[in-house]
């Protein structure tokens, strides 16, 4: 009996142990992907200065809001890889004015979220090869710096991990992105507007300076909180001219309402799967061999036993 028994808990725990690294592997592999149907709007706030082209002058502490739509693109997404579409605006939040737009297009990795060259990748609809990380971080997230792309100035900058913080309830990951004063563009300018002497234009470097705060959710990779500290000026002979864009915009409380509700599932199943599961699986699986061993010795030991002899009989 005690032989049958064993057998079983050896076949239990050879199973348990296959299904340890399946379950790690397979089934919560299969969950640890960007949907290819993602959509998702968010809206940045602060107040900014910037330079109102139409009338020809620069606008301080307007409130301003920078309205973001990203859209996967389905038909052009496989099952490794999904193309996002993303199109910017930002406008004065009281007047409505129109400050600048934005849009890019690019295709990565449904796990890690790092940037694959395919899918007619571009930014402001000139073609931009990108790299690193492009949205969003890695399903669980590590506590340690990661390549991210800048489409300001077309390449990647290092994303330095910074701390944990919660947020509203959730643990978060902080990262933070320096970009250091880079030309980007010409401006041409009124000599008058851009406080200058004489007539006429005068055409200067376009300088954009940048610190990019993430706030990511470690298990799904997903940014729930995102500050943009952003400075765009027009430089002639060394010398700021004019101001173009300047100052800190930052996701509102709806739109982090919004971003934490997206990490629900991925909070609450994928450490499970990924984790406690093929752990708990591993336990039981040598469990379940050591008990097995344990009653194959004690049963061959019985058997060995020699047999008492009766009372009043030789032993031989």
Same mark, same amino acid.
């Given at each position: 009996m005690r /032989?049958?028994?064993?057998?079983?808990?050896?076949?239990?725990?050879?199973? =348990?142990?296959?299904?340890?690294?399946?379950? /790690?592997?397979w089934v919560a592999g299969s969950l640890m992907k960007t949907p290819l149907d993602y959509y998702a709007e968010m809206v940045n706030t602060g107040q900014v200065d910037y330079f109102n082209i139409e009338d020809v002058e620069e606008v301080e502490d307007?409130?301003?809001?920078?309205?973001?739509?990203?859209?996967?693109?389905?038909?052009?997404?496989?099952?490794?890889?999904?193309?996002?579409d993303q199109f910017t605006w930002i406008k004065d939040g009281e007047t409505d004015f129109g400050i600048s737009s934005t849009s890019r297009r690019g295709g990565h990795d449904?796990?890690?979220?790092?940037?694959?060259? &395919? &899918?007619?990748?571009?930014?402001?609809?000139e073609s931009v090869t990108q790299n690193g990380q492009l949205w969003k971080f890695p399903f669980f997230t590590e506590q340690r710096d990661y390549d991210f792309f800048e489409t300001m100035v077309e390449e990647t900058v290092p994303m330095e991990f910074d701390g944990v913080e919660t947020?509203?309830?959730?643990?978060?990951?902080?990262?933070? !992105?320096?970009?250091?004063?880079? @030309? @980007?563009?010409? !401006?041409?300018?009124?000599?008058?507007?851009?406080?200058?002497?004489?007539?006429?234009?005068?055409?200067?470097?376009?300088?954009?300076?940048?610190?990019?705060?993430?706030?990511?959710?470690?298990?799904?990779?997903?940014?729930?909180?995102? =500050?943009?500290? !952003?400075?765009r000026v027009v430089v002639v002979d060394d010398e700021e001219v004019l101001t173009m864009l300047s100052g800190e915009l930052s996701y509102t409380d709806a739109t982090i309402d919004q971003a934490i509700e997206n990490t629900e599932q991925a909070r609450q199943y994928l450490p499970l799967l990924h984790t406690t599961l093929p752990i708990g699986s591993l336990i039981v699986g040598v469990g379940f061999i050591g008990v097995a061993v344990v009653l194959l010795v004690t049963n061959r030991r019985g058997d060995e036993e020699p047999e008492t002899p009766r009372y009043g009989e030789r032993q031989v």
């Open positions: /032989r049958t028994v064993a057998v079983v808990l050896i076949a239990l725990g050879v199973f =348990s142990l296959a299904m340890a690294p399946l379950m /790690r592997t307007a409130e301003v809001e920078a309205h973001t739509t990203v859209r996967a693109d389905v038909a052009s997404s496989t099952d490794d890889t999904v193309v996002w449904r796990v890690t979220g790092e940037g694959v060259d &395919c &899918c007619d990748p571009m930014v402001d609809d947020i509203k309830g959730v643990e978060t990951y902080r990262f933070v !992105q320096t970009v250091e004063p880079t @030309v @980007v563009d010409e !401006q041409t300018v009124p000599r008058e507007v851009a406080g200058l002497d004489g007539d006429g234009d005068v055409t200067g470097d376009v300088e954009f300076s940048l610190t990019r705060t993430y706030w990511i959710e470690p298990v799904s990779g997903s940014p729930v909180n995102v =500050s943009e500290d !952003q400075h």
